[in-house]
């Protein structure tokens, strides 16, 4: 079996004039290259496809793949992340991970919330304010807040400025996100508690909890993208506590089963004032360093090695497509 690599290189795109701002998201070569060895020791041969502009090229030209390995996060816009997935629909590509709604929704945390908060999912009361006018609403939360950009990944617009505690700040906070990052910005009431990230294989009733860890940020800093780029040193991973772990991984399972998430994901959590655990965010399209990034982190911190979870993920995209190995 040929399985194509869909992908985005930082260094692709810092070489073409783009930001370290904008390219946050984006893979490191080491990244791609342990992809490519543990698909080869699992059996299959592979190629790399690169970031939607090759892909682009490379359908045009006839190239096809009997499966596509997708971690390609997009440039721009709220649907970045279902570009690549949505194209390869169209061409009748089978891909690993979940397709372009999940994605789109997945990327909105204000579309995600409405999702899961219809199946039953603990969230924190909040809104979307899409405009300095709509400031006022949030007024009926109660403080402190917590504010981010509704549509961005790895952290990115949270800051020690994130949390609120009254409404000159959220006025302050929401006027500089809005125009930062030109999109509308999620209120929400601040879960105080302690914050987890669990992981879930495979699709509907396949789906099953890999483990999670609690992530504990030194002075109480947010996890932010910063944070998260410089870890070492900065956070403490723990397995979560055994008084926690039930409530955390059926949080997370009913979770990733509303928003409809194939193959392999990340869900957010963090406890209320009350200690009831909350869905914060999905990531139907997690970080796969083998080193740096959280899925494998925990799964690693829970018994499962990388070629365990990267054999897990194709089990599940392939069962899912019904693909015949032959």
């Known amino acids: 079996m040929k399985i194509g690599l869909t992908y985005d290189l930082r260094s692709w795109y810092l070489e073409r004039g783009y930001t370290m701002d904008e390219t946050a998201e984006f893979d490191k070569e080491e990244t791609v290259l342990s992809l490519e060895n543990v698909l080869k020791t699992l059996g299959y041969q592979t190629e790399r496809i690169g970031n939607i502009f090759e892909l682009v090229e490379k359908l045009s030209h006839g190239q096809r793949w009997d ?133 879930v294989t495979g699709s509907n009733g396949d789906a099953r909890v890999i483990g999670g860890m609690e992530v504990v940020c030194k002075d109480n800093m947010p996890y932010s993208k910063d944070v998260k780029e410089n870890y070492q040193g900065i956070v403490d991973y723990k397995i979560i506590d055994t008084e926690l772990r039930d409530e955390c991984y059926r949080v997370a399972l009913e979770a990733w089963k509303a928003l409809g998430g194939v193959d392999a994901g990340r869900i957010d959590l963090r406890a209320n004032r009350d200690g009831q655990i909350c869905f914060i965010e999905a990531n139907p399209l997690a970080g796969l360093n083998p080193v740096h990034s959280d899925l494998p982190i925990l799964a690693r911190m829970n018994g499962m090695g990388f070629e365990e979870l990267m054999e897990a993920i194709i089990s599940s995209a392939i069962k899912r497509n019904q693909i015949s190995e032959q």
């Open 67 to 199: 499966l596509v390995f997708n971690i390609a996060e997009g440039l721009y816009g709220d649907g970045r992340e279902s570009v690549v997935p949505a194209l390869l629909d169209q061409y009748r590509i089978p891909y690993v991970f979940s397709g372009p709604v999940v994605m789109g929704i997945s990327l909105n945390k204000f579309y995600a919330r409405l999702v899961t908060a219809a199946a039953g999912v603990p969230v924190s009361p909040g809104m979307i304010i899409s405009s300095e006018d709509e400031v006022i609403n949030a007024s009926k939360l109660t403080f402190p807040l917590f504010v981010k950009p509704v549509a961005e990944g790895t952290g990115k617009g949270i800051t020690e400025k994130s949390v609120i505690a009254d409404m000159d700040g959220l006025h302050r906070q929401c006027h500089y996100l809005l125009h930062e990052y030109n999109q509308p910005v999620l209120v929400e009431e601040f879960l105080p508690g302690r914050e987890f990230t669990v992981g």
